[in-house]
């Protein structure tokens, strides 16, 4: 690599906090390089603060078009772009320009579902996504599959694309151990937003049959979070909804709640589930949250159960309510554990791996 600050552009499209928090640790750790990040407006349903940081250079994507945004590329003359998946065009129109010369990796999280419109993208994918990257970084095994379909070599594809902030969310592991491995409080969280492809609404129907029948004494459950179906959730006395919080203030809330559910209808990844298990929660999960192939071990570390299934979501609440106290801090040991499979130093060394394989 040249003496000169290496150079990495990304084009992304909705950014979320944990893609900053691995951003600032891969500055940290490596000081010879600068990133420039185009970006999309930050999601109205996810509010996320930014803070700026030395050799993190941020643009606002409505500020360029295609010949702004090429001209901008070439006068950067990155050693490395990534791209969030392939929806944007003028992203795409740089990645091509660039892909014979240097690493250009496509971020992706979609999983091979074998319906007609990606078999059709399988069969264009040497004439399209093939001309345009030259490699790919995944989350997890359910995404990997799909770019395995899609042409690239093993040699090609990089896991571990999601992480979350787990050196934040393992402190607070540490901080509320002691209490909560003396009595752990009986709270469900969860933390998604306000739309359909969550099923939160499955989520309270179920809490609350279960409130009438008596089988969640002493049981609440915290929602956090806001979309566009905030004003149409459920009020109930032991459902407590507290909108959108920013991530430097979930210590209260991970301290005060014993039980992480996610009961998602559509969920490619779930960075969320990431991050709870890193904190130290048995975790509730549908099988749709592709983030359950990382860290969750049924019977280990919580429990699965099918998306919009409210008969096998009351029966996944019972069992949660129904551990021991041994049983709980042996299943948060397990989510901390499976949570250090993805690190933000592992993310980091293959974001400078990527950069120095050319």
Not at 126 to 144: R, S
Not at 251 to 259: A, L, P, R, S, W
Not at 268 to 283: I, Q
Request: glycine share 6%; net charge positive; hydrophobic share 40%.
């Amino acid at each position: 690599m040249n003496q000169r600050a290496a150079t990495i552009l990304i084009l992304y499209t909705e950014i979320a906090q944990y893609v900053s928090s691995s951003l600032y640790h891969f500055l940290n750790r490596f000081q010879h390089v600068e990133i420039h990040l185009v970006k999309y407006p930050v999601n109205a349903e996810a509010p996320f603060e930014f803070k700026t940081t030395n050799r993190l250079y941020i643009y606002n994507r409505k500020e360029f078009d295609k010949q702004s945004l090429s001209a901008f590329a070439d006068k950067l003359a990155p050693d490395l772009i990534m791209c969030s998946g392939w929806i944007d065009k003028d992203y795409l129109a740089v990645c091509k320009e660039f892909v014979k010369k240097i690493p250009v990796i496509l971020a992706m999280d979609n999983h091979w579902n074998g319906s007609l419109k990606q078999r059709l993208l399988q069969l264009t994918a040497p004439f399209t996504i093939h001309k345009t990257f030259n490699k790919a970084w995944v989350p997890g095994l359910p995404q990997k599959q799909y770019a395995l379909k899609l042409g690239f070599k093993e040699k090609q594809i990089k896991t571990g694309y999601y992480c979350g902030d787990t050196n934040s969310f393992s402190t607070f592991y540490h901080q509320f151990k002691d209490k909560k491995f003396k009595e752990f409080p009986k709270r469900f969280i969860c933390v998604a937003r306000y739309i359909p492809a969550k099923g939160l609404e499955n989520l309270w129907q179920a809490f609350i049959d279960l409130k009438k029948d008596g089988t969640l004494q002493g049981w609440k459950l915290w929602c956090l979070g806001t979309g566009l179906d905030f004003e149409k959730r459920v009020e109930h006395k032991d459902i407590k909804h507290w909108g959108f919080i920013q991530p430097n203030a979930m210590g209260k809330f991970i301290e005060d709640t014993g039980v992480f559910i996610l009961p998602s209808r559509f969920e490619p990844w779930a960075v969320v589930v990431h991050e709870f298990a890193a904190a130290g929660f048995p975790l509730l999960i549908s099988t749709a949250v592709g983030a359950g192939s990382e860290f969750l071990h049924e019977g280990k570390n919580g429990f699965s159960f099918p998306p919009d299934d409210i008969g096998s979501l009351k029966q996944t609440l019972l069992k949660a309510a129904s551990l021991n106290q041994l049983q709980y801090n042996a299943m948060a040991e397990t989510s901390v554990l499976l949570s250090n499979k993805i690190n933000l130093n592992s993310w980091s060394e293959t974001l400078f791996d990527l950069l120095n394989n050319r």
